[in-house]
């Protein structure tokens, strides 16, 4: 099945990523920001099935948001993983 491409709301932002100091997945994936008017949006992905994003009311927020659900979202799958190894038991 051929993914949909998302549409991003906003213009691309040029983000200078060594100027902060950022979380680790922020650093490692270095995802793309976006404003539109006063929100921005941190987004690794244009499948909209498979993006992981971030929003806020600067940049670095939106980076940071972006970086709370990469960590939930690998934190839910740890769980499942862990929840799934102890049935075959």
């Known amino acids: 099945m051929k ?3 998302r ?3 906003g ?3 040029d983000f200078d990523y060594s100027r902060y100091r950022l979380p ?3 650093m490692q994936f270095k995802p793309a920001v976006y404003q539109d008017g006063d929100c921005y949006y941190a987004v690794l992905s244009f ?3 498979h993006d992981i ?3 806020g009311t600067s940049p ?3 980076l940071i948001d972006w970086n709370d659900k990469v960590c939930n979202m690998l934190s839910l799958s740890a769980n499942l ?3 799934l190894k102890g049935k075959k038991k």
Do not use: H
């Open 3 to 5: 993914q949909q491409a």
């Open 7 to 9: 549409t991003i709301p």
């Open 11 to 13: 213009r691309l932002v």
């Open 24 to 26: 680790t997945f922020v």
């Open 47 to 49: 499948e909209e099935e």
């Open 53 to 55: 994003s971030g929003l």
């Open 60 to 62: 670095e927020d939106a």
């Open 81 to 83: 993983s862990n929840t």
